[in-house]
């Protein structure tokens, strides 16, 4: 693949991953989140970022680093700021709602009485076993 090619290419990739990331920002703002497409973005992400690692990986990638094509590498790399930008927001964005659920879930389990799953996962009975109830 030529350079210029190359170049084109990898900012067509970075492109459709910022697009995916904004849509994901407005999924995870959106009330109710809605998983479903949440997921579908995370899988539509995942293979925007192997396509760019195939992409970096190519014969020639090296090549497009030399400073013959200046605006087209700085467009690129500006791009991929703003990809890693947004990416970081989002991460915090999904940081804030995994919080938000967690005391959700805490406040469930006090309203029950007992706590229903333990630090492993594994469900606990309201009496703990036979040595609580001895």
Request: aromatic share 2%.
């Amino acid at each position: 693949m030529k350079r210029a090619a190359l170049l084109h290419r990898q900012q067509q990739c970075l492109a459709h991953l910022l697009s995916l990331l904004q849509a994901e920002q407005l999924a995870l703002l959106a009330l109710p989140v809605d998983g479903a497409l949440l997921a579908g973005l995370a899988g539509d992400k995942q293979a925007a970022f192997a396509e760019l690692e195939t992409l970096h990986s190519l014969p020639g990638t090296a090549a497009a680093q030399e400073p013959d094509l200046p605006e087209p590498r700085r467009a690129l790399q500006q791009l991929a700021e703003q990809v890693r930008h947004l990416n970081q927001l989002n991460g915090s964005l999904i940081c804030r709602q995994l919080i938000h659920n967690q005391k959700a879930l805490n406040a469930l389990a006090e309203l029950s009485g007992r706590h229903t799953y333990g630090s492993d996962g594994r469900p606990r009975s309201a009496g703990r076993g036979i040595a609580a109830s001895a």
